[in-house]
Protein backbone atom coordinates (compact mmCIF):
# COMPACT_ATOMS: atom_id res chain seq x y z
CA UNK A 1 0.00 0.00 0.00
CA UNK A 2 1.68 3.26 -0.92
CA UNK A 3 1.17 6.65 1.25
CA UNK A 4 -1.36 7.85 -1.08
CA UNK A 5 -5.04 9.17 -0.39
CA UNK A 6 -7.45 6.08 0.46
CA UNK A 7 -10.55 7.13 -0.91
CA UNK A 8 -12.71 3.34 -0.28
CA UNK A 9 -11.59 0.31 1.08
CA UNK A 10 -10.18 -2.25 -1.20
CA UNK A 11 -11.51 -5.87 -1.76
CA UNK A 12 -9.79 -9.11 -2.48
CA UNK A 13 -10.95 -11.96 -4.71
CA UNK A 14 -8.74 -14.06 -2.53
CA UNK A 15 -9.22 -14.88 1.44
CA UNK A 16 -6.71 -12.56 2.59
CA UNK A 17 -5.69 -15.57 5.08
CA UNK A 18 -4.19 -16.61 1.15
CA UNK A 19 -3.77 -13.19 -0.29
CA UNK A 20 -0.80 -12.55 2.83
CA UNK A 21 2.04 -14.79 4.19
CA UNK A 22 1.96 -13.33 7.48
CA UNK A 23 -1.11 -11.58 9.97
CA UNK A 24 0.55 -9.24 12.10
CA UNK A 25 -1.79 -9.00 14.44
CA UNK A 26 -2.84 -6.44 17.88
CA UNK A 27 -4.17 -8.14 20.89
CA UNK A 28 -6.09 -6.37 22.92
CA UNK A 29 -9.56 -5.49 21.21
CA UNK A 30 -8.33 -7.82 18.50
CA UNK A 31 -7.68 -11.34 19.79
CA UNK A 32 -8.72 -10.60 23.53
CA UNK A 33 -10.12 -8.58 26.04
CA UNK A 34 -10.59 -7.94 29.84
CA UNK A 35 -8.18 -11.21 29.51
CA UNK A 36 -10.84 -13.55 27.92
CA UNK A 37 -10.75 -14.55 24.00
CA UNK A 38 -13.24 -12.05 21.64
CA UNK A 39 -15.48 -14.07 20.06
CA UNK A 40 -14.43 -16.15 16.93
CA UNK A 41 -11.09 -15.10 17.48
CA UNK A 42 -9.59 -18.42 18.15
CA UNK A 43 -11.06 -20.55 15.60
CA UNK A 44 -10.47 -17.82 13.11
CA UNK A 45 -6.74 -18.10 14.10
CA UNK A 46 -6.55 -22.21 13.98
CA UNK A 47 -8.04 -22.13 10.79
CA UNK A 48 -5.30 -19.19 8.95
CA UNK A 49 -2.56 -21.08 10.76
CA UNK A 50 -4.04 -24.30 9.17
CA UNK A 51 -4.10 -22.82 5.85
CA UNK A 52 -0.50 -22.14 5.90
CA UNK A 53 -0.75 -18.09 7.19
CA UNK A 54 1.82 -17.20 9.62
CA UNK A 55 0.90 -15.49 12.86
CA UNK A 56 2.40 -12.89 15.11
CA UNK A 57 1.37 -11.36 17.61
CA UNK A 58 2.50 -7.37 17.80
CA UNK A 59 1.72 -5.87 21.06
CA UNK A 60 2.86 -2.23 22.19
CA UNK A 61 2.05 -3.37 26.27
CA UNK A 62 5.51 -3.43 27.27
CA UNK A 63 4.74 -4.68 30.76
CA UNK A 64 4.62 -8.69 29.83
CA UNK A 65 7.34 -10.94 28.67
CA UNK A 66 6.89 -12.59 25.11
CA UNK A 67 7.03 -16.14 27.50
CA UNK A 68 4.26 -14.75 29.66
CA UNK A 69 1.96 -13.80 26.30
CA UNK A 70 2.49 -16.86 24.44
CA UNK A 71 1.59 -18.66 27.92
CA UNK A 72 -1.95 -16.48 28.02
CA UNK A 73 -2.65 -17.30 24.55
CA UNK A 74 -2.34 -20.72 24.50
CA UNK A 75 -4.41 -21.06 27.49
CA UNK A 76 -6.47 -19.52 25.31
CA UNK A 77 -7.03 -22.15 23.06
CA UNK A 78 -4.17 -20.63 20.85
CA UNK A 79 -0.82 -22.01 20.89
CA UNK A 80 1.72 -19.63 20.44
CA UNK A 81 5.60 -19.52 21.02
CA UNK A 82 7.36 -16.75 22.68
CA UNK A 83 9.17 -16.22 19.16
CA UNK A 84 5.81 -15.30 17.26
CA UNK A 85 5.11 -12.43 20.25
CA UNK A 86 6.52 -9.13 19.53
CA UNK A 87 6.30 -6.09 22.04
CA UNK A 88 7.30 -2.77 21.99
CA UNK A 89 9.74 -3.34 24.98
CA UNK A 90 11.93 -5.38 22.22
CA UNK A 91 11.31 -2.20 19.90
CA UNK A 92 12.73 0.05 21.99
CA UNK A 93 15.17 -2.28 23.85
CA UNK A 94 16.85 -2.77 20.00
CA UNK A 95 16.20 1.33 19.45
CA UNK A 96 18.45 2.03 22.85
CA UNK A 97 20.86 -0.62 22.04
CA UNK A 98 22.25 1.30 18.78
CA UNK A 99 22.62 4.19 20.43
CA UNK A 100 24.56 3.35 23.46
CA UNK A 101 27.74 0.64 24.66
CA UNK A 102 27.17 -2.85 24.72
CA UNK A 103 26.76 -3.71 28.14
CA UNK A 104 25.55 0.17 28.85
CA UNK A 105 23.01 0.60 32.24
CA UNK A 106 19.75 1.62 31.65
CA UNK A 107 17.21 3.31 34.15
CA UNK A 108 13.64 1.17 34.21
CA UNK A 109 11.09 2.94 34.12
CA UNK A 110 8.03 -0.02 34.12
CA UNK A 111 7.56 -3.92 34.06
CA UNK A 112 9.20 -7.26 34.01
CA UNK A 113 9.03 -7.36 30.51
CA UNK A 114 11.24 -4.34 29.15
CA UNK A 115 13.95 -6.18 32.13
CA UNK A 116 14.16 -8.93 29.87
CA UNK A 117 14.01 -7.13 26.55
CA UNK A 118 17.51 -4.77 27.58
CA UNK A 119 18.95 -8.28 28.79
CA UNK A 120 18.46 -9.54 25.75
CA UNK A 121 20.39 -6.89 23.90
CA UNK A 122 23.18 -7.12 26.19
CA UNK A 123 22.18 -3.71 28.23
CA UNK A 124 21.93 -3.88 32.51
CA UNK A 125 18.81 -2.30 33.98
CA UNK A 126 19.27 -0.52 37.10
CA UNK A 127 16.65 1.10 39.07
CA UNK A 128 17.89 4.36 40.36
CA UNK A 129 18.91 7.95 39.14
CA UNK A 130 21.85 7.34 41.13
CA UNK A 131 23.36 4.38 39.11
CA UNK A 132 24.63 6.11 36.57
CA UNK A 133 22.59 5.39 33.73
CA UNK A 134 23.70 6.09 30.07
CA UNK A 135 19.62 5.97 29.19
CA UNK A 136 15.77 6.11 30.43
CA UNK A 137 13.70 3.58 29.17
CA UNK A 138 10.15 4.20 30.07
CA UNK A 139 7.06 1.73 29.64
CA UNK A 140 3.89 0.56 30.68
CA UNK A 141 4.61 -1.00 34.59
CA UNK A 142 0.21 -1.78 35.51
CA UNK A 143 -1.70 -0.41 38.21
CA UNK A 144 0.85 -1.01 40.51
CA UNK A 145 3.83 0.73 39.45
CA UNK A 146 5.08 3.20 42.30
CA UNK A 147 4.48 7.04 42.05
CA UNK A 148 8.21 7.52 42.98
CA UNK A 149 9.37 5.86 39.51
CA UNK A 150 8.08 8.82 37.54
CA UNK A 151 10.41 11.15 40.05
CA UNK A 152 13.60 8.51 39.03
CA UNK A 153 13.11 9.10 35.99
CA UNK A 154 12.77 12.44 36.11
CA UNK A 155 15.98 13.42 38.00
CA UNK A 156 17.66 11.40 35.29
CA UNK A 157 15.66 13.09 32.23
CA UNK A 158 16.82 16.47 33.99
CA UNK A 159 20.25 15.16 33.89
CA UNK A 160 20.52 15.13 30.23
CA UNK A 161 20.19 11.29 30.39
CA UNK A 162 18.59 10.11 26.91
CA UNK A 163 14.91 9.31 27.33
CA UNK A 164 13.29 6.60 25.92
CA UNK A 165 9.93 5.58 25.54
CA UNK A 166 8.07 1.58 24.80
CA UNK A 167 5.33 3.45 23.35
CA UNK A 168 2.75 6.76 23.69
CA UNK A 169 -0.67 5.11 24.13
CA UNK A 170 -2.38 7.38 26.51
CA UNK A 171 -5.12 4.86 27.03
CA UNK A 172 -5.17 0.52 27.71
CA UNK A 173 -8.43 -1.38 27.76
CA UNK A 174 -9.11 -3.53 30.90
CA UNK A 175 -11.70 -5.99 32.19
CA UNK A 176 -13.60 -3.03 34.24
CA UNK A 177 -12.91 -0.75 31.36
CA UNK A 178 -10.70 2.10 30.10
CA UNK A 179 -7.60 2.78 32.44
CA UNK A 180 -4.41 4.98 31.92
CA UNK A 181 -1.75 3.79 29.68
CA UNK A 182 2.17 4.46 29.46
CA UNK A 183 1.38 7.98 27.27
CA UNK A 184 -0.29 9.06 30.52
CA UNK A 185 2.96 7.77 32.54
CA UNK A 186 4.81 9.36 29.74
CA UNK A 187 3.36 12.51 30.27
CA UNK A 188 4.25 12.85 33.80
CA UNK A 189 7.98 12.83 33.45
CA UNK A 190 7.56 15.23 30.28
CA UNK A 191 5.18 17.63 32.37
CA UNK A 192 8.46 17.49 35.36
CA UNK A 193 11.37 17.89 32.57
CA UNK A 194 9.94 20.00 29.56
CA UNK A 195 12.27 17.05 27.20
CA UNK A 196 10.49 14.64 24.56
CA UNK A 197 11.96 10.87 24.56
CA UNK A 198 12.17 8.56 21.49
CA UNK A 199 9.29 6.45 21.31
CA UNK A 200 9.80 2.92 19.39
CA UNK A 201 6.16 1.68 19.68
CA UNK A 202 3.08 1.83 17.04
CA UNK A 203 2.68 3.44 15.28
CA UNK A 204 6.30 4.42 14.73
CA UNK A 205 9.00 3.10 12.36
CA UNK A 206 11.26 1.09 15.07
CA UNK A 207 8.19 -1.61 16.04
CA UNK A 208 7.52 -2.15 12.48
CA UNK A 209 10.82 -2.53 11.87
CA UNK A 210 10.91 -4.73 15.07
CA UNK A 211 8.49 -6.98 13.60
CA UNK A 212 9.73 -7.70 10.43
CA UNK A 213 12.97 -8.41 11.45
CA UNK A 214 11.31 -11.26 13.60
CA UNK A 215 9.04 -12.69 11.66
CA UNK A 216 10.46 -12.43 8.41
CA UNK A 217 7.16 -11.38 6.47
CA UNK A 218 7.16 -10.65 3.09
CA UNK A 219 3.15 -10.00 2.42
CA UNK A 220 2.02 -8.97 6.16
CA UNK A 221 -0.86 -7.97 6.87
CA UNK A 222 -1.70 -5.97 9.85
CA UNK A 223 -4.90 -6.32 12.29
CA UNK A 224 -5.93 -4.28 14.53
CA UNK A 225 -8.60 -2.65 16.12
CA UNK A 226 -6.81 0.90 16.87
CA UNK A 227 -6.80 3.55 14.03
CA UNK A 228 -4.11 5.62 15.74
CA UNK A 229 -1.64 2.57 16.13
CA UNK A 230 -2.45 -0.45 14.27
CA UNK A 231 -3.77 1.43 10.69
CA UNK A 232 -1.22 4.23 11.01
CA UNK A 233 1.50 1.68 11.73
CA UNK A 234 0.92 0.01 8.91
CA UNK A 235 0.47 3.21 6.58
CA UNK A 236 3.67 4.12 8.07
CA UNK A 237 5.14 0.84 7.18
CA UNK A 238 3.35 0.88 3.93
CA UNK A 239 1.63 -2.23 4.22
CA UNK A 240 -2.12 -3.10 4.31
CA UNK A 241 -4.50 -3.38 7.07
CA UNK A 242 -7.36 -5.22 8.16
CA UNK A 243 -9.80 -3.06 10.68
CA UNK A 244 -12.01 -5.53 13.49
CA UNK A 245 -14.84 -3.69 15.01
CA UNK A 246 -14.20 -5.59 18.09
CA UNK A 247 -12.24 -2.92 19.87
CA UNK A 248 -11.73 0.52 20.57
CA UNK A 249 -13.22 1.78 16.96
CA UNK A 250 -16.54 2.49 15.95
CA UNK A 251 -18.11 3.26 12.19
CA UNK A 252 -18.34 6.85 13.37
CA UNK A 253 -14.80 7.33 13.95
CA UNK A 254 -13.81 5.18 10.66
CA UNK A 255 -16.03 7.86 8.54
CA UNK A 256 -14.08 10.38 9.82
CA UNK A 257 -10.61 8.84 9.80
CA UNK A 258 -7.53 10.99 7.97
CA UNK A 259 -5.63 9.02 5.38
CA UNK A 260 -3.53 7.47 7.71
CA UNK A 261 -5.71 5.85 9.59
CA UNK A 262 -7.57 4.69 6.63
CA UNK A 263 -7.69 0.82 6.72
CA UNK A 264 -7.30 -1.32 3.62
CA UNK A 265 -9.91 -3.72 4.73
CA UNK A 266 -12.77 -3.47 7.43
CA UNK A 267 -14.84 -6.43 9.07
CA UNK A 268 -16.55 -7.58 11.64
CA UNK A 269 -14.32 -9.52 13.91
CA UNK A 270 -11.23 -12.29 12.68
CA UNK A 271 -13.76 -13.78 10.55
CA UNK A 272 -12.53 -11.75 7.67
CA UNK A 273 -9.22 -13.03 7.34
CA UNK A 274 -10.46 -15.94 6.23
CA UNK A 275 -12.86 -14.53 3.24
CA UNK A 276 -12.28 -12.63 0.07
CA UNK A 277 -13.52 -8.79 0.81
CA UNK A 278 -16.34 -7.11 -1.37
CA UNK A 279 -15.21 -4.54 -4.27
CA UNK A 280 -16.69 -0.79 -3.74
CA UNK A 281 -17.26 0.52 -7.14
CA UNK A 282 -18.47 4.05 -8.36
CA UNK A 283 -22.18 4.11 -9.15
CA UNK A 284 -25.20 6.47 -9.58
CA UNK A 285 -22.37 9.54 -8.21
CA UNK A 286 -21.81 7.80 -5.57
CA UNK A 287 -20.60 4.44 -4.16
CA UNK A 288 -21.74 0.92 -4.30
CA UNK A 289 -20.88 -2.44 -2.02
CA UNK A 290 -22.91 -5.48 -2.19
CA UNK A 291 -26.58 -3.90 -1.84
CA UNK A 292 -25.58 -0.62 -0.85
CA UNK A 293 -24.95 2.84 -2.47
CA UNK A 294 -23.75 5.62 -0.33
CA UNK A 295 -23.07 9.43 -1.97
CA UNK A 296 -22.19 12.02 0.16
CA UNK A 297 -25.40 15.07 -0.10
CA UNK A 298 -25.20 18.93 0.95
CA UNK A 299 -26.01 17.81 4.53
CA UNK A 300 -24.32 14.72 5.16
CA UNK A 301 -23.94 11.10 4.04
CA UNK A 302 -26.83 9.42 2.26
CA UNK A 303 -27.77 5.69 2.40
CA UNK A 304 -29.87 3.39 -0.02
CA UNK A 305 -30.60 -0.23 -0.04
CA UNK A 306 -30.49 -3.59 2.00
CA UNK A 307 -28.06 -6.41 2.99
CA UNK A 308 -24.81 -6.64 4.97
CA UNK A 309 -24.46 -4.02 7.28
CA UNK A 310 -20.72 -4.07 6.71
CA UNK A 311 -20.88 -3.84 3.10
CA UNK A 312 -23.18 -0.55 3.54
CA UNK A 313 -20.25 0.79 5.95
CA UNK A 314 -17.47 -0.49 3.12
CA UNK A 315 -20.00 2.16 0.94
CA UNK A 316 -19.81 4.98 3.38
CA UNK A 317 -16.30 4.57 4.19
CA UNK A 318 -16.10 5.46 0.30
CA UNK A 319 -18.14 8.45 0.50
CA UNK A 320 -17.08 10.24 3.38
CA UNK A 321 -13.07 9.59 2.48
CA UNK A 322 -13.52 11.24 -1.23
CA UNK A 323 -15.83 13.71 0.35
CA UNK A 324 -12.91 14.81 2.93
CA UNK A 325 -9.87 13.91 0.32
CA UNK A 326 -6.77 14.44 2.41
CA UNK A 327 -8.47 15.71 5.41
CA UNK A 328 -11.10 14.80 8.19
CA UNK A 329 -14.22 14.03 6.70
CA UNK A 330 -17.45 16.84 8.63
CA UNK A 331 -20.19 15.60 7.25
CA UNK A 332 -23.22 14.01 9.42
CA UNK A 333 -23.26 10.15 9.27
CA UNK A 334 -25.23 9.59 11.87
CA UNK A 335 -28.84 8.56 9.87
CA UNK A 336 -26.30 6.42 7.89
CA UNK A 337 -24.85 4.96 10.49
CA UNK A 338 -28.15 4.31 12.71
CA UNK A 339 -29.68 2.17 9.65
CA UNK A 340 -26.39 -0.02 9.65
CA UNK A 341 -26.98 -0.50 13.60
CA UNK A 342 -23.61 0.97 13.77
Known amino acids: MSQ ?5 PEGSGQALSEAYDTALLDLDGVVYAGGSAIVHAVESLATARAGGMRLAYVTNNALRTPDTVADHLTELGIPTEAGEVITSAQAVARLISEQVPAGARVLVIGGEGLRVALRERGLEP ?3 ADDDPVAVVQGFGGPDLPWGRFAE ?3 AVARGVPWFASNTDLTIPSGRG ?6 AAVEVVRIATGAEPQVAGKPLPPMHR ?6 GAE ?6 DRLDTDIEGAFNGEVDSLLVLTGVTDGAQLLAAPPQHRPTYVDADLRGMLTGQPEVTEADGGFRCGGWTATAGTD ?3 LDGEGAALDGLRALCAAAWTAAGAGTCELDGGKALARLGL
Open 219 to 224: RPLVVG
Open 153 to 155: ASY
Open 4 to 8: SVRTR
Open 126 to 128: VES
Open 178 to 183: IAPGNG
Open 210 to 215: ETILRT
Open 300 to 302: GLE
